[in-house]
């Protein structure tokens, strides 16, 4: 069966019909802008052809950080201490006791996109949700700037590391973003008649991004090597960026237990989670600050960031268009 | 053939068994047996307590494959049963090259899988590595609940004939230490060399094994193993860094229970010597160095940096180099990828590959600092010794002759009783040998060793940093790296060309100095 409209990230059911459909509106436009430029780009409402899932991965802990090679508690201090250093479509936010020992994490992967589009269709839902996400009652005129017409994503209600986190807030987390190097990757690239496949060489060559974040290169290898592959490409619906679970191997709980329990979906449905806590039960008498990982407490959040990972689902369906040469790197 | 079995106590020894009459699982403790022989179900069921033998040899189950092994796992446990949630990983020291470009014929990618099923937090129960699920050689680690550790079996031929190498704590005692499979895991850990971030040679997030490495007709390329595979930040994080540090729980759990007395030689060999290594790499691919990349450098080539972190000594900085000057030193020495078949001009996929300290040695270094078994200041005092090279310091290793081989019955005054030793054996060395110098930072007292060590790291990282301005600066890093991988080369990891670049250098021993330069070693 096509699909006949995108629905909202996270298959979340807050909004009104009329709501939905100006969201599908939006979100076809974006996906229809970037067909017309990218021949191998397309919108997958509507087609009724055979078409396969690809679930592309990474960690949500800042690549850059990483490969900067400073100590590792240098690059979670930094990640935990600035919402833009969090670059990998994924943002956290803490909240420590009064010893300053950590009681939850809570991670998000909701495009502003989202609430943006609430901001003109849904005005009451959309200080609803921020209510409820940051606990404070939000003014709206906290939310829009020139004159009513643009939203504010990165809202004192919603930037703080160590207080409310509502939705993604750095400059290149959100959809549009991710819609657009989906597209933009699916040009083919060569250096010297050589067909490029590695990631950080194919961003570099397409200006696809940052080499050093992990989603960039991870995102632009997977579609390129699907379109070198003889296919056009878009992304699943619902369109979003997508929390993959956390990996606690190796985390030690004070009284043994499963730390895989204190990680709890709070926004998205089962496979398309946009927002979930880490966080010890009260019961239970520990905190997270408590738990070590190879006999280190945990004191950042992006320790727990970089055992969680994020996703997006790209699609694909085979390509009836002649194949198209590769084009050299930009200039 | 015993003769000859007895005179090779390599893991190579297992390939020069002819296969078992029948099925069944044979015992070949290599330093305690001088053949392999059949077990007999009371010797299974007494000597062996992890699944693979409970579940399956107890129940006369001798699977032949992989496969068939995870099959008869699956068989024998009921629905949620945790030895039913596997985890598969790929690897290959030419798995970055498509068949297209190579003649599989010639060339051994080495492209394996890694297939864990079961475990907890504390990592899984069984590791399988295999090339292929329907053929050919199966090694598995399986964790025994009952003696603790892992027990290390393989495959002899085909038909379920299966032997039983030993069990992690052999790796740690006499007569079987550094034999057979302890030869490459020589603590009885499971081996991960490319543990960390980039993990070159593994199918991770930052770079694909894609199915170009198989021919259409290649059963893997359509196999579960392969479609499924999770990446290699899952195989360091959720596989083999809690299986490390699971079983180094158990060493020390031994010890301070006073179950077994503290080895101060075994000990102290984790932190002045290298019994095996890892390979660290830059983060940045190789061929992006061309378009402008700078390329960053592991911290932990130009000093043990997770063990100075684990004394709380201060960590380099982030060393880097203009992409330019890299792809220099790489035309400079001919740099080249082959396995004398095959052969492509570069380095491997991820930049500047490198020996460092393995983890194993820094979590046993981090349990016995937080235990109490040693203490910080002995820990600093003996990584300081000849600090600027973190791995193959012969100075450093030299130590371990001065450190007393009399078992310690707990750890109250080991440290100190150490350090008395390394001060005696320097009172009749002449000035330079280690032996004095460490007796010059241990005797900086509990006051003064960590700010004068500070003050020696930081003035050595700007000497490095200030090195790595020149092009002449850099290459002398090139030079040395090119030096450290000849000795990983003399190392039972060390099982394919490809694992490492080749250069135009000729081999030679080098080391690196205080002030940053990188010099032969002397004698």
Known sequence: MSLTMFQPPGNLAEMSADSRTSWDARVRDLFDVSAQMFLSFYNPVGVDVEQRSHRITWPAAPGRLLSTRMSAEQRWAIADADRNEQDEYCEWSLARDNDGKIQRVTFTSEVPDYFDHLLHADEALLLELYGQMSGRVVPIDALRAHGGNVFVGASEFNSSTDGPIVHLSQRNNNLRAAITLTAEATILREIDGQLLSHPQTLVLCGRLGDERRHSDPQIGAAVNGLVAAGADVSLADPPGLYLDGIVTGGLETPDGTDPQEFWHVERGDADHVVRAVFEVPGELGYKVGDITIAGRPINFGAQLAERVHVRVEALSKKSFSAPMDPLPCVA | ?523
């Not at chain 2, 379920?160 to 030869?183: I, Y």
Request: net charge negative; aromatic share 8%.
């Open chain 2, 1 to 523: 053939m015993a003769d000859e079995l007895l005179a090779d106590e390599t893991c190579r020894v297992f390939s020069k068994l002819s296969q078992p009459q029948e099925p069944g699982v044979q015992r070949f403790i290599v330093g305690e047996d001088r053949s392999p022989r059949l077990m007999t179900t009371a010797e299974i069921a007494q000597d062996l307590s992890d699944p693979f033998a409970a579940l399956l040899l107890l129940n006369g189950v001798f699977p032949s494959t992989a496969q068939e092994l995870l099959d008869a796992l699956d068989a024998a446990t009921g629905e949620g049963d945790r030895l039913r949630e596997q985890r598969s990983f790929m690897l290959g020291e030419g798995s970055q090259l498509p068949v297209r470009e190579v003649d599989t014929d010639s060339t051994n990618r080495g492209l394996r899988f890694l297939i864990a099923r079961g475990g907890g937090n504390d990592g899984p129960d069984l590791i399988i590595s295999a090339s292929h699920p329907f053929e050919g050689l199966v090694e598995l680690m399986a964790w025994d609940m009952v003696h603790q550790g892992f027990n290390f079996y393989r495959t002899l031929g085909d038909g379920g004939r299966w032997v039983w190498a030993g069990n992690s704590r052999h790796a740690l005692q006499q007569p079987t230490r550094g034999k057979g499979p302890f030869e490459s895991h020589p603590s009885g850990n499971l081996i991960m060399k490319e543990l960390k971030f980039p993990w070159v040679h593994w199918h991770s997030f930052k770079v694909h094994i894609s199915a170009a490495v198989f021919e259409e007709a290649d059963v893997p390329r359509e196999h579960q193993w392969f479609l499924d595979k999770s990446g290699a930040e899952t195989c360091e994080t959720d596989v083999v860094m809690p299986s490390i540090v699971r079983w180094t729980n158990v060493r020390f759990e031994r010890v301070l229970s006073g179950a077994v007395t503290i080895d101060p030689v075994l000990l102290i060999e984790h932190v002045v010597t290298c019994p095996t290594v890892n390979l660290a790499s830059s983060g940045t691919e190789s061929a992006a160095a061309k378009l402008g990349s700078s390329i960053d450098l592991p911290p932990g080539f130009f000093v043990d940096a997770d063990a100075m972190e684990a004394v709380g000594l201060p960590e380099p900085p982030a060393f880097a180099v203009p992409g330019e000057m890299y792809a220099s030193s790489l035309e400079t020495f001919g740099f080249h990828m082959t396995d004398g078949s095959f052969s492509q001009p570069g380095d491997t996929h991820f930049a500047f590959v490198v020996p460092e300290r393995a983890f194993e040695d820094i979590e046993v270094l981090r349990q016995a600092i937080a235990r109490g078994v040693i203490s910080p200041r002995l820990a600093a005092a003996l990584l300081m010794v000849d600090f600027p090279n973190p791995v193959f310091s012969r100075k450093r290793a030299k130590l371990l002759a001065s450190v007393p081989s009399v078992p310690a019955s707990d750890p109250d005054g080991l440290s100190e009783a150490i350090a008395a030793s390394i001060l005696a054996a320097s009172e009749e060395s002449p000035d330079g040998t280690p032996e004095r110098d460490f007796a010059a930072r241990w005797n900086l007292g509990d006051d003064g060793w960590r700010e004068s060590f500070s003050l020696e790291l930081n003035d050595y990282y700007t000497a490095v940093e200030s090195r790595l301005g020149s092009q002449q600066g850099f290459n002398d890093f090139v030079r040395l790296a090119e030096s450290r991988r000849h000795h990983v080369r003399d190392l039972p990891i060390f099982e394919s060309r490809l694992l490492f670049p080749e250069t135009n250098l000729d081999r030679q021993d080098l080391v690196m100095s205080p002030n940053g330069t990188v010099t032969e070693a002397a004698g």
